[in-house]
């Protein structure tokens, strides 16, 4: 696929110390053509390098290589979900079952609202055979750690207040992210799809052996 044309804006040199700003410059150019394009194979050195307005040697003083810019935006993008998830839960008040609904419902809006980065955070064409880059077995295993936590940590509130019959939250925190990634996935896919209109609840509750609230 041919590159996205883009005429790079002229580039004020860091002064000393600022090398933190450039390795920030490269990671957000590298994002911007992702969500521009949609194409990982598009995020190439040299397109980074034109959008932040450099050569491209000069992005190898900050990463070995292509995949470590993409590991950084990829590691970017969980921050950004593990927040708007900590936000849903806080506003979400006391009520452990509606702090465990807010979670799963602000992971599919991030899913949904960004489409081709929640794409690249959970593989694609980024993702390299390890040894073959600087990426890490350990970089990998990290991903999306404190996502899952947060998940984990709603349905453990949901079992001790006796609303989630679940006797391996751990576990069951795997299986509802599993579920959640696949709505997500089939959502963004099959658009013209009939979903029910409580297709979260369902899955949600399932998933998390939520008790009957009438019960």
């Known amino acids: 696929m041919l590159e996205q044309p883009h005429t790079p804006t002229a580039r004020t040199r860091n002064r000393r110390g600022e090398g933190a700003r450039l390795r920030d410059e490269i990671v957000a150019g590298a994002a911007a053509l992702l969500d521009e394009t949609g194409d990982e194979s598009s995020v190439t050195l040299r397109a980074i390098a034109r959008r932040v307005g450099i050569t491209a040697p000069s992005i190898y003083r900050h990463f070995a290589d292509q995949p470590a810019i993409m590991l950084a935006v990829v590691q970017q993008a ?15 008040g006391d009520d452990p079952r509606a702090r465990l609904f807010a979670v799963c419902t602000a992971y599919l809006d991030f899913a949904r609202s960004r489409p081709a980065r929640y794409r690249t955070m959970f593989g694609g064409v980024w993702m390299p055979e390890l040894g073959t880059s600087s990426v890490t077995e350990a970089d990998l295993h990290a ?18 207040a006796g609303v989630a019959t679940s006797t391996d939250p751990a576990a069951d925190a795997v299986a509802l992210w599993l579920g959640l990634h696949g709505l997500a996935h089939q959502q963004s896919v099959t658009v013209s799809f009939p979903w029910p209109a409580d297709i979260t609840e369902r899955l949600v509750s399932a998933l998390a052996h939520l008790r009957d609230e009438a019960a």
């Open 78 to 92: 969980f921050s950004e979900l593990a927040a708007e998830l900590h936000r849903a839960r806080d506003d979400a």
């Open 143 to 160: 991903l999306g750690r404190d996502t899952l936590q947060l998940i984990t940590e709603a349905l453990r509130g949901c079992v001790a």
